[in-house]
T-cell receptor, first 113, second 114 residues
Framework: GENVEQHPSTLSVQEGDSAVIKCTYS??????FPWYKQELGKGPQLIID?????GEKKDQRIAVTLNKTAKHFSLHITETQPEDSAVYFC????????????FGQGTELSVKP | SAVISQKPSRDICQRGTSLTIQCQVD?????MFWYRQQPGQSLTLIAT?????????ESGFVIDKFPISRPNLTFSTLTVSNMSPEDSSIYLC???????????FGPGTRLTVL
């Protein structure tokens, strides 16, 4: 079955710097890759997603890139702010063809003012 | 996005008892799921809640321990039965629409078993 590896497990940056979180997946049939942000005491919030027919997607300070050949995808956060501090999870699935979301282990991002 | 509510938001329970968690979604979505998130860990799928029929469980999860109901398209319950301290986790309800990949999560139920 699908396996998703996520790195790093913790990441500390200064406010204004960029943060990059990387994930690799094993199932070549996976075609949907969402990213979730989980703040303390809350449920995971979908922040951006990408499908396998696209190599990059941006939404303001957040971007996701996908390399299907290498089976890895990354989350990029620019101009980080203290409110970006949270745990971020990547996931992969075969999409709406009955796919189940398989999650990475999570990255705890700390943005220091 | 989606509006998903869960009750209770948290609970502290005694070993050997059972707790039923409720999940309400705001639209007639096709798929509802239940996840477990152990302390400091990632999310693990427990089962897919099927409307009007038995849930589909993932490896390592059984109906006797985690009975699930879904009487209609917008409501589901998860029961954690005969609880032990190892069941202390966050339990999350999730939903996905009929023709989309996009999946949303509820706020979670934080369970502590003493």
């Amino acid at each position: 079955g699908e396996n998703v590896e996520q790195h790093p497990s913790t990441l500390s940056v200064q406010e204004g710097d960029s943060a990059v979180i990387k994930c690799t997946y094993s199932d070549s049939a996976s075609n949907y890759f969402p990213w979730y942000k989980q703040e303390l005491g809350k449920g995971p919030q979908l922040i951006i997603d990408i499908r396998s027919n696209v190599g990059e997607k941006k939404d303001q300070r957040i971007a996701v890139t996908l390399n299907k050949t290498a089976k890895h995808f990354s989350l990029h956060i620019t101009e980080t702010q203290p409110e970006d501090s949270a745990v971020y999870f990547c996931a992969a699935s075969r999409g709406n063809q009955g796919g189940k979301l398989i999650f990475g282990q999570g990255t705890e991002l700390s943005v220091k003012p | 996005s989606a509006v998903i509510s869960q009750k209770p938001s948290r609970d502290i329970c005694q070993r050997g008892t059972s707790l039923t968690i409720q999940c309400q979604v705001d639209s007639q979505v096709t798929m509802m799921f239940w996840y477990r998130q152990q302390p400091g860990q990632s999310l693990t799928l427990i089962a897919t809640a099927n409307q009007g029929s038995e849930a589909t469980y993932e490896s390592g999860f059984v109906i006797d321990k985690f009975p699930i109901s879904r009487p209609n398209l917008t409501f589901s319950t998860l029961t954690v039965s005969n609880m032990s301290p190892e069941d202390s986790s966050i339990y999350l309800c999730s939903q996905r629409g009929a023709s989309t990949d996009t999946q949303y999560f509820g706020p979670g139920t934080r369970l502590t078993v003493l």
